[in-house]
């Protein structure tokens, strides 16, 4: 079945705590959370100690994003959260193959983040090797972007190599995720589907967050029976 992740970035931050005990009550799967340095985007997010801190007050596995330069760097700055699954972009790492390798060693998923000017080809050489691969659907950085539907081309080349050599890794995608965006991607459905401002925090009852993913399943699961 297709997982859904809640991006805590987008989550009212003054009342994290809040937040994560109304996740907790819906059947979100996961929690997504972006790290951001400041260099490989025009952006800053989540730091370990504050991450640390979220753990106490979850039972959701961690799905990480490094949106950095030297992943390796933030790899060992973020492991000992023991997080599911951490993604880099192939173009921040200094030995991608390593890093995947180091990334299995401890126990972590390895994934790979792609953001739309990143040509697939960059990521061919990995993809025996990775359990998920992480297509953003708007540029790297910023909740409340416009999803770009170009990605949907790579979307669909991303799963027909993978047919072709017979390999699975999950496919996450992320960024202006909602019930119309998913309707585009009913001939390629991906397998993790990252809800930010577009289809969960956004203004409005807070209450509903359980409505909300289901509205996104009930979408997800109706557009895959149409193929
Ligand atoms: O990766 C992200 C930003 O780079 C966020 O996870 C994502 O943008 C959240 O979704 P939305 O676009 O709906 O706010």
New binding site residues.
Partial sequence: MEKIAA?I??ADMLNVQTELERLEKTDCDLL?L?VMDGVFVDNLALGPEWMASVKKQTSLPFDI?L?TEMPEKYVEMFRFLKPETISFHIEAAANPILLIHRLKNYGIKPSLALNPATPIEDILPYLAEVDQILL?T?P??????AFRKETLEKLCELKNILAQRNLHPLIEV????NTQTISWMKEVMPDIF??????LFQGGDANSYQERIRTVRQAVNAYKSDF
Avoid: E
Avoid at 140 to 145: H, K, L, R, S
Avoid at 174 to 177: F, T
């Fill in positions: 991006s970035m987008c997504h972006d994003h949106a953003m708007v790297t950085g910023f909740a409340g972007q992320d960024g202006n995720i990252v809800l930010g401002t577009s289809a």
